[in-house]
Nanobody, 115 residues
């Protein structure tokens, strides 16, 4: 069982930046594919960014060029650097880890972009 804990959310003005963190328990973090998802009120949960165990990344078109996903296997932590934030980025952001049939979610952290 892996526990994931997100942090770093909050209220930011349009054009601002935030960095989300996802801390994972256990000793097998490096083998997991990791991802950030988000869910806005009344909408489905959508993938924002993914990073494989080898460091390959993939982004949703809506965040390309603004968000950067990274991981530090020595700290069992994944990050999401979010720049040039827009009101439509407002959502609860969830951390996800996967390895074959294993699939874990964090509890989410709220990001609100508003003036």
């Amino acid at each position: 069982q892996v526990q994931l804990v997100e942090s770093g959310g909050g209220l930011v003005q349009p054009g601002g930046s935030l960095r989300l963190s996802c801390a994972a328990s256990g000793s097998r973090f490096s083998i997991y594919a990791m991802a950030w998802y988000r869910q806005a009120p009344g909408k489905e949960r959508d993938m924002v960014a993914q990073i494989t165990s080898s460091g390959n990344t993939n982004y949703a078109d809506s965040v390309k060029g603004r968000f950067t996903i990274s991981r530090d296997n020595t700290k069992n932590t994944m990050y999401l650097q979010m720049n040039s934030l827009k009101p439509e980025d407002t959502a609860v952001y969830y951390c996800n880890s996967r390895f074959f049939t294993e699939n874990y979610w964090g509890q989410g952290t709220q990001v609100t972009v508003s003036s």
